[in-house]
């Protein structure tokens, strides 16, 4: 039960970006600047399913069912990962998942942020930029790190409902592919997903 009035039937995330739509734009279009690959940012050289995996690792290291596991639905809609084994493999040990070794390196520092971000080493950077990360994919895998420390925060912070039917996550993984972080509706499932 959240700690404070949430509205209703929404989970996770979008029950406090409904109880309060002023501070929702501002942490909408922040996600969707971090996880969506964008035409004015040609320099960025990750994925919108590398961007969904940080976001889902770090959500995992955080415990946070409702982030990891819609995040992870999202990445594993963008890899044609279909029964999210790809997904559950980078969350239980990355180092063996079947991921490129530059998203393994950008991993790495993305867990150490998880930690605190002075726990990020030289060592690390310099690891991710023999892997081919540009100082544009270690900015953007240290502030989705970031960021994700503070969503899963605000999502369990408030003790907030979380559906366990993989079925909602995965139409909702649909829709934010589709639309994006910013379209209000695509949350909602249609009523047979539901009942």
């Not at 004015?40 to 946070?64: K, M, W």
Request: net charge negative; glycine share 6%; hydrophobic share 35%.
């Amino acid at each position: 039960m959240p700690h404070i009035e949430l509205p209703a039937g929404l989970p996770g995330i979008r029950g406090p970006m409904a109880f309060s739509p002023e501070t929702a734009r501002p942490l909408n279009d922040l996600v969707n600047a971090l996880l969506r690959t964008n035409a004015n940012r040609p320099e960025s050289g990750l994925t919108e399913g590398e961007r969904e995996l940080i976001a889902t690792y770090v959500s995992a290291r955080n415990d946070c069912f409702f982030c990891q596991t819609i995040h992870g639905a999202i990445a594993s809609h963008h890899l044609g990962d279909e029964d999210w084994s790809l997904v559950q493999s980078v969350k239980s040990d990355p180092a063996s998942a079947d991921i490129s070794p530059k998203l393994k390196a950008l991993l790495t520092i993305a867990g150490s942020v998880q930690q605190g971000g002075k726990q990020v080493t030289s060592e690390q950077v310099e690891a991710a930029r023999a892997e081919g990360a540009t100082d544009h994919d270690i900015h953007d895998t240290v502030l989705i790190a970031a960021a994700f420390c503070m969503f899963n925060r605000y999502v369990d912070g408030l003790a907030t409902w979380a559906p366990n039917d993989p079925t909602l996550y995965r139409y909702r993984a649909q829709r934010v592919a589709e639309y994006g972080y910013t379209h209000e509706d695509h949350y909602m499932p249609p009523a047979e997903l539901t009942t």
